[in-house]
């Protein structure tokens, strides 16, 4: 059998080729949970692991989009900026080859790119993240939270958070 085994990720015009079978449900959850649980350690190194080499970091969200080793830094800045940074993950979907989970996030913003300053109490709220994977690791990550909320529970506007769009 012949199997195309060929995955278009949202950002690409080409496919991004697999010799992988498809990840079943559970390794597509246990690599997620092990990826919240180095993150809820702010272990940026443990984390960054566990991404491919070739893997993409975005967030519509914040309007960003990191790709490979870079993911590193931007894992070290996230925790630079949410110190306490918590993800609880409630439910898991898999859709073919894309894990869609949801739950929530919680984080004391240290500081804000627009430089208002957070009346330092800690956030909660929604979130969702979809994730691709390649050999045994998260190949695309797309993280979605609700930033709107998350501003007004940190005392800031939304801009302060993620800048003028």
């Known amino acids: 059998m012949n199997e195309d085994r060929s995955v278009l990720l949202p950002h690409e015009e080409t ?9 079943t449900r559970e390794r597509a959850i246990g690599i997620v949970r092990q990826l919240a649980a180095a993150k809820n350690h702010q272990d940026a190194q443990a984390a960054a692991a566990i991404y491919h080499p070739e893997a993409v970091l975005e967030s519509p969200t914040l309007g960003s989009r990191h790709e490979g080793p ?3 830094k931007v894992l070290e800045n996230w925790f630079a900026f ?8 409630d439910g898991y979907a ?11 996030i919680s984080l004391t913003p240290a500081f804000t790119v627009g430089g ?50």
């Open 15 to 23: 496919p991004v080729v697999t010799l992988e079978e498809p990840i």
């Open 70 to 72: 870079a993911i590193t």
């Open 82 to 89: 949410a110190p306490d940074y918590q993800v609880d993950l």
């Open 94 to 104: 898999l859709d073919g080859r894309t894990l869609c989970c949801w739950g929530y």
């Open 116 to 165: 208002a300053v957070p009346n330092g109490e800690s956030a909660r709220v929604n979130a969702f993240i979809l994730f691709r994977f390649r050999e045994g690791k998260v190949l695309w990550e797309s993280f979605h939270f609700d930033v709107a909320a998350l501003a007004r529970q940190c005392g800031v506007a939304a801009t302060d958070l993620v800048g003028e769009s």
